[in-house]
């Protein structure tokens, strides 16, 4: 089946840096990756996703970019800001895994602190 | 507002009890879900139903058993309830089979 690796499992920023977040699967055949933001005490958000047929996607300050030869994908986030502070999971879907119906995998998340 | 709502938001369950998780949408979606989320290993599958009648078994099934009567409920029991299965439990759900996941705010669960 699949496997979504997620790098970095912690990320510190300053208020106005970047942050990215590198994830990795193993099932050439997954064609659609969302990323999803939690908060605490909340469930998963999503927040950007991309399908295999594109290789960028942006949306005002947050960019998600796939290459598909290498099979990984990332997250950008630009102008980072407080409220961005939470745990970010990266998901890949669509692989060969029997019934295509929510078979995503999650990566292992990156908790994402932003110091004003 | 549309959207999941699970029930309980957290529970303290002595080990050989009996549990359902309750899980309601209302935005009419085909497909539902239920995952656990353990620090470190993410969102796991559990069970999912891809229309009203069906159910299918995800990466970690053992010890948990769903039931989808109709398109907007779908619980999930644990039948003796072991300390392993202590986790945060998420419902979720999606109106196409490629379509993004909706999350329900979760249920806490844990087993003494």
């Known amino acids: 089946g699949e496997n979504v690796e997620q790098h970095p499992s912690t990320l510190s920023v300053q208020e106005g840096d970047s942050a990215v977040i590198k994830c990795t699967y193993s099932d050439s055949a997954s064609n659609y990756f969302p990323w999803y933001k939690q908060e605490l005490g909340k469930g998963p958000q999503l927040i950007i996703d991309i399908r295999s047929n594109v290789g960028e996607k942006k949306d005002q300050r947050i960019a998600v970019t796939l290459n598909k030869t290498a099979k990984h994908f990332s997250l950008h986030i630009t102008e980072t800001q407080p409220e961005d502070s939470a745990v970010y999971f990266c998901?890949?879907?669509?692989?060969?895994?029997?019934?295509?119906?929510?078979?995503?995998?999650f990566g292992q998340g990156t908790i994402l602190t932003v110091h004003p | 507002i549309a959207g999941i709502t699970q029930a309980p938001t957290s529970q303290i369950l002595a080990a050989g009890r009996r549990m359902t998780l309750r899980c309601t949408q209302d935005?009419?979606?085909?497909?539902m879900y239920w995952y656990r989320q353990d620090l470190g290993l993410g969102l796991r599958l559990i069970h999912y139903?891809?229309?009203?009648?069906?159910?299918g078994k995800g990466e970690v099934p053992d010890g948990y058993s769903v039931s989808r009567a109709n398109t907007d409920d779908f619980p999930l029991t644990l039948a003796s309830a072991v300390p392993s299965q202590t986790s945060v439990y998420f419902c979720?759900?999606?109106?196409?089979?490629?379509?993004?996941?909706?999350f329900g705010n979760g249920t806490r669960l844990t087993v003494t």
């Open positions: 139903s891809n229309t009203a009648g069906t159910t």
């Open positions: 979720a759900s999606s109106g196409d089979s490629d379509s993004p996941l909706h």
């Open positions: 998901a890949a879907w669509g692989g060969t895994g029997g019934t295509s119906y929510g078979k995503l995998t």
């Open positions: 935005m009419r979606h085909n497909a």
